[in-house]
């Protein structure tokens, strides 16, 4: 039989782990947006025409945001990962898919 307390701990349980999962969830988001940034990057450093030279630099201005998200107060709330370990992983990533 339940009893008050074991409910509460279900309760605190369930609202913890929805918790980390919604946390994990930004977090993975963040790091597809920036493997994508970094993607589109490589491609379009190889072209030197006007729009592709503009489109360079809302990507990099994209990039710095992303990584802004990463060493932000709100990222560490959510994750005690190093965010230089997870950011360097997706640039060694792209890099070697270039």
Not at 7 to 14: P, Q, R, S
Not at 15 to 26: G, K, Q, R, T, W
Not at 32 to 38: F, G, P, S
Request: hydrophobic share 40%; no cysteine.
């Amino acid at each position: 039989m339940l009893n008050a307390n074991t409910v509460n701990d279900v309760i605190i349980t369930t609202v913890d782990e929805s918790y980390a999962a919604l946390a994990n969830a930004i977090i993975a988001s963040a790091a597809r947006d920036y493997e994508k940034v970094l993607r589109k990057i490589v491609k379009l450093s190889k072209k030197t025409d006007k729009e592709s030279v503009y489109k360079l630099k809302v990507l990099v201005g994209e990039k710095k945001k992303i990584e802004k998200f990463f060493y932000s107060e709100w990222y560490g709330q959510l994750s005690n990962s190093d965010p230089d370990y997870i950011l360097e992983q997706i640039q060694n990533n792209v890099a070697q898919a270039a």
